[in-house]
């Protein structure tokens, strides 16, 4: 147990680079170790011991030297058994423990830092030398900066079900990273590795594109229902009306993830653009046999989940889309429109921020009339109260109520939407994806999803994000490079009142 935080007591060569490098990452060396070890103690004694290897045993055989770089070319040898060995002890872990082996793995097991200090200098001496031989020393300093994990994770990706393994092991990495109190540079950095490989082997050209139906397998309609996030499904008979007529699912998969949905997509075929789901999404069975082409005029995307923790952020949602779209314009030639009716979370959030920001300052988010109105329709102090009924939900039980707060929160709404920013870009998620992919902000639409769980993320609104398809390209493209938000004049409308009454 004690050689599992050996990293931090003994400055080998590497650790006596990090001291005089990185003094204060050297101060801190233990923090993250200590406390991932003493939790994993705990997992230790409840099961591993008796397993067979300890921790560092098993690192020690499983993890390859990084090859020689004279040897860089010539295929390593196949390390199925040590790679499978990993992977069982992994499994066989809990929480904490695999925590712990993280963090060892992601500490011990990185590059030689002493190398590419070494190899650093003889780059800086080759500057004023032959092409060739900076070259040389580049392609050196780049062979010695893979980390000894690497090696681990491209053995592990041969392995028969390894791809979904390393999936879920970045999942457990995220984990681990958010509920981490001590920053771990060194785990932060296994992320980004594991990112990067996993946006190369989940590219779109190794993506097969599947339309769902209810003749699909039952395990698959059984995960896709699982993995619903936006309008949870309630029982066979929905989900059987959800990929029945005038319903489309589409997924991608991999071939190194068989029977995986990675992204699901539902699309609802109508003949003009929706603006609440309750039309979309009914729980009772539908009386509809077939399908009447002719009145096919629009697709709405109503709802887009990611199956896979391990790979967020890696794009795949923007691909499926324009995937989709191809396959619907394939199959009803007549189409013309393509829309969202998008949740809009976090709103009710930042809509209760803001009425404590204006406690005693209503004026700044109603109008007097406003004002008036929401008086009369509650009991008590205005915005205390009315904090309270938002928060409940109970707000939509006053249909007087519901009138008076129409237009200020459709006002405060599309603030939200255009104008709240994060680092540039649209605060609000859903909208910041549709933005990426070229999308107009198109329309709010009240009371579109009185659900429990719509009117508590956002009010019970909804929005429809447009995808104009000649012009989808360049709003993608300005949207990249200057954060500008292509909005309809409703949408631009509402929130030059938003900021005209309401001073945000």
Not at 140 to 163: A, D, F, M, N
Not at 364 to 370: G, N
Not at 472 to 495: D, M, P, V
Request: some cysteine; proline content about 4%.
């Amino acid at each position: 147990q004690l050689a599992a935080v050996a990293w931090v007591t003994g400055p080998t060569e590497a650790g006596r680079w990090i001291m005089v490098r990185w003094p204060l990452l050297w101060a801190r060396r233990g923090e993250v170790a200590a406390a991932l070890l003493s939790r994993y103690r705990g997992s230790l004694a409840r099961g591993c011991s008796s397993r067979g290897p300890d921790m560092d045993e098993l690192l020690r055989r499983t993890v390859a030297a990084l090859p020689p770089y004279e040897s860089r070319g010539i295929s390593p040898a196949l390390w199925e058994g040590p790679s499978q060995e990993f992977v069982d002890f992994y499994r066989a872990l809990e929480t904490d423990g695999r925590a712990a082996l993280l963090a060892k793995l992601a500490a011990d097991y990185g590059a030689d830092h002493g190398l590419v200090s070494q190899l650093c200098g003889r780059v800086t001496e080759a500057q004023g030398r032959d092409v060739d031989a900076l070259l040389q020393a580049e392609n050196r300093l780049r062979h010695s900066l893979t980390p000894r994990y690497k090696l681990l994770i491209g053995h592990i990706c041969r392995l028969e079900g390894g791809v979904k393994f390393l999936v879920d092991l970045r999942a457990d990495i995220l984990q681990v990273l958010q509920s981490q109190s001590a920053d771990s540079p060194q785990l932060r950095e296994m992320n980004g590795i594991l990112k990067m490989l996993l946006s190369d082997w989940f590219s779109v050209g190794f993506l097969n594109l599947e339309r769902i139906t209810w003749h699909s397998s039952c395990d698959l309609l059984q995960k896709i229902s699982m993995y619903e996030a936006v309008h949870p499904v309630r029982n066979w008979v929905d989900i059987k009306h959800r990929v029945g007529p005038y319903r489309r699912c589409y997924v991608f998969t991999h071939n190194a993830m068989p029977r995986e949905p990675l992204v699901v997509l539902h699309v609802a075929l109508m003949d003009d653009i929706s603006e609440n789901i309750q039309a979309i999404v009914r729980y009772g069975p539908s009386s509809e046999r077939t399908e009447d082409a002719s009145k096919i005029t629009t697709a709405i995307f109503y709802s887009i989940s990611s199956s896979q923790q391990g790979l967020q952020g890696v794009e795949l949602g923007n691909y499926l889309i324009k995937r989709v779209v191809k396959e619907l314009q394939g199959e009803f030639p007549h189409m013309k429109k393509f829309s969202s009716l998008s949740p809009i979370p976090g709103f009710t959030t930042w809509l209760l921020g803001i009425l404590q920001i204006k406690e005693g300052k209503s004026n700044q988010i109603f109008t007097e009339l406003e004002y008036k109105e929401i008086q009369d329709a509650i009991e008590g102090p205005v915005l205390e109260t009315l904090k309270r009924l938002l928060s409940t939900n109970e707000w939509v039980r006053s249909d007087k109520l519901v009138r008076a707060l129409e237009m200020p929160l459709m006002r405060l709404c599309a603030w939200y939407l255009y104008g709240e920013k994060h680092q540039g870009a649209a605060l609000n998620p859903v909208a910041n994806f549709h933005l990426q992919n070229g999308a107009v902000l198109w329309r709010l639409n009240w009371l579109a999803d009185v659900s429990p769980r719509g009117l508590s993320l956002s009010s019970g609104m909804m929005a429809n994000y447009r995808y104009f398809l000649e012009d989808t390209n360049q709003n993608s493209i300005q949207y990249l490079r200057s954060r500008h938000i292509e909005a309809s004049e409703q949408i631009l409308s509402l929130a030059a009142q938003c900021q005209k009454s309401s001073k945000l």
